[in-house]
């Protein structure tokens, strides 16, 4: 980790993943994090938010959600709130997930409306941005991430209740990575242009590296300058793997 002020953070994505059976993993994650140098967070599904977080209660593991609509309360058939995030006992929220923008057609303004809705309720933030395969391809990548942070961080953002996660759309679940010259140059920009929005605050956000990260290769890239930690995918549905990406961290 580049800087010692930012406290890095492993957070686990299981997607549209998940029964009951599987809060077992939840149960071995928060054991095998005692002494971990690195704050550790899971985000099931819906359904099973109340639960993680009760089996999670009073250990260092956090639990949030994948989503929120930007409403309190209302006719959103469907959503859920922020505020029901937290009432189910959660710490923090996924928002602006690439996987929710192509397939829910959410805009940079959408995702700033949710980041303003998870500080509404008193939770952390995690916001996602990254380019996909046909922008990086067009050598758009860096004009799209500046555009992402420009639009959807809100100003009244901190170190304190935002994450940035920066995940190149191409890379999630394909099991290509950029070259690490590549992330540390994402990362950097990243933080350039959070400085440019937010002030001297940036040097304190954490900004997580996601995108086939996996226990191989999590040391090499956690190792490099301006990444604080990393937003998992398939690797953190199973206790054994996610804790080798907490292991990684620390």
Request: a negative charge; charged letters at 20%; proline letters at 3%.
């Amino acid at each position: 980790m580049a800087n010692p002020s930012r406290r890095p953070l492993v957070a686990g994505n299981w997607k549209m993943n998940g029964l009951r059976a599987s809060l077992a993993e939840v149960v071995a994650i928060k054991a095998g994090i005692a002494g971990a140098g690195c704050d550790v967070a899971i985000c099931p599904p819906a359904t099973l938010l109340r639960e993680a977080a009760a089996e999670a209660a009073g250990s260092g593991l956090l639990i949030g959600a994948q989503d929120c609509h930007a409403a309190a309360s209302g006719a959103n058939t469907g959503d859920i709130s922020a505020e029901m995030v937290a009432d189910a006992g959660c710490r923090l929220i996924i928002i602006g997930h690439s996987e929710r923008r192509a397939d829910h057609g959410e805009t940079n303004e959408i995702v700033r409306q949710k980041a303003e809705a998870v500080w509404r309720a008193g939770l952390l933030a995690v916001l996602c941005i990254g380019e996909t395969e046909s922008q990086r391809r067009g050598g758009e990548t860096m004009a799209v991430l500046a555009r992402q942070i420009l639009e959807s961080v809100p100003e009244k953002a901190t170190s304190a209740n935002l994450v940035v996660a920066y995940e190149p759309v191409w890379a999630i679940g394909t099991g290509l990575t950029p070259s690490e010259d590549d992330i540390a140059a994402a990362h950097a920009h990243i933080r350039a242009r959070l400085a440019e929005r937010i002030g001297t605050v940036a040097a304190a956000t954490s900004i997580l590296y996601g995108g086939s990260v996996k226990p191989s290769n999590a040391a090499s890239i956690l190792s490099l300058a301006d990444v604080d930690g990393a937003l998992v995918g398939g690797a953190s549905l199973k206790a054994a793997d996610f804790l080798g990406i907490v292991a990684a961290s620390s």
